[in-house]
């Protein structure tokens, strides 16, 4: 199946994606889309972060919604503001020449309020945060009972930011949903549960490997440094980078912080991200960010939860992070839509056990720096 026709997407839909320039389904899409076309089922998706899992749920949901039908048809559960606000505006992107179908997205961080006015609009699908929809329904604002099918997106990160117990409310609130679809980059044992205790035993279940997923598109390497070299290294490797966007991981929000006055105060156009900023500093920093005001995003793992900037030359691993998983939500923030991207993990010679550790359990190909 080579396109989206191919697999029943409706023309309509196609050229809301041709202007997006998608034009060849990635391997998720051609996997799932047939799957979720061909009636009520719940299915299981394991894939890394950009892989195109959005458009693969995504159009199959928007060919399911009545446009007619004033109610609530549908909800996607996402870790994050920024994820959700992005699935919101991918969805309306696909839209643009379909009958019209309206999305709202909910998250913490905003006044109730003005989502609850909001709500009140037509409304076919919800995107939210968990914790925010609970609120909402607890206000009598959302009402779940007439919800067709119920997404979950990057489970494994919704689950380990603390809200597995909130899942499994909204889950039993929508356990009359026909459909229900999950995707996740990994399947710790909490999701594992959830898929047994509110997935149907018959779930369809597509596993997207890493080589057939990003492996081709991200070119992965590694320098080998002692501590205190790590930020000479860095400076060299960002000059050859000119105008390319990219975005340096840490550990811990020091380092991020500290990291980030290093770079500035060497000239370089570079900001940090970490759970103590507020939302509207965090806002700030992200707008400047995607608007190419500013080059280098320096981020923790938390913090970089939900974000997705297309056009992301490289990420970089200042510190390495201590599970496969999130080397994985990491690498997977470059590369994304068919582009190539690099992913350089900068360690000392007591990481690289670590780093080799990764290689070994996500099949890459690791190449050292030259």
Not at 6 to 17: E, N, P, R, S
Not at 149 to 161: G, I, P, R, W
Not at 204 to 227: D, L, V
Not at 322 to 349: F, I, K, M, P
Request: charged share 25%.
């Amino acid at each position: 199946m080579g396109n989206f026709a191919d697999l029943g997407i409706k023309k309509d839909f196609i050229k809301g994606l041709s202007e997006l320039n998608i034009i060849t389904p990635s391997e998720i899409q051609k996997q799932v889309i047939p799957i979720l076309l061909s009636g009520n089922c719940d299915l299981v998706g394991q894939a890394q972060t950009g892989t195109g899992k959005t458009a693969a749920f995504g159009l199959p949901l928007l060919q399911k919604i009545n446009p007619k039908s004033k109610e609530i048809q549908a909800l996607i559960l996402s870790p994050t503001r920024e994820l959700g606000q992005q699935i919101a505006k991918q969805l309306f992107k696909f839209t643009k020449y379909s009958d019209k179908i309206f999305t709202e997205s909910v998250y913490g961080g905003e006044r109730i309020e003005i989502q609850i006015k909001n709500l009140k609009r037509p409304t076919h699908i919800v995107v939210a945060t968990p914790g925010r929809l609970l609120d909402l329904v607890r206000r009598k604002a959302v009402d779940l009972r007439q919800v067709k099918t119920v997404v979950l997106d990057e489970a494994d990160e919704m689950l380990s930011m603390g809200f597995k117990k909130d899942l499994e409310d909204i889950l039993q609130q929508t356990k009359l949903a026909e459909s229900k679809w999950l995707f996740s980059a990994t399947m710790p044992q909490g999701i594992q549960e959830i898929v047994k205790n509110f997935l149907s035993p018959a779930a369809h279940k597509i596993e997207i490997s890493p080589e057939q997923a990003t492996n081709q598109n991200i070119e992965h390497q590694f320098a080998i440094c002692e501590e205190g070299e790590k930020l000479a290294l860095l400076c060299k490797f960002l000059k050859t980078q000119h105008k390319n966007r990219g975005v340096v991981f840490c550990k811990t929000k020091a380092v991020a912080i500290k990291l980030s006055k290093q770079l500035i105060s060497k000239n370089i156009s570079a900001d940090a991200i970490h759970g103590d900023l507020k939302q509207i500093e965090r806002d700030k920093v992200m707008r400047a960010f995607k608007n190419e005001s500013l080059q280098i995003l320096v981020a923790t793992d938390l913090a970089a939860r939900g974000i997705d900037i297309e056009a992301l030359s490289y990420v970089v691993h200042y510190t390495l992070p201590d599970q496969a998983e999130y080397y994985t939500h990491r690498s997977g923030r470059t590369a994304r839509a068919g582009r190539t991207g690099l992913s350089l993990s900068l360690v000392t010679s007591k990481e690289l056990k670590s780093l080799r550790h990764f290689e070994k359990v996500l099949t890459l190909d690791l190449n050292q720096a030259r």
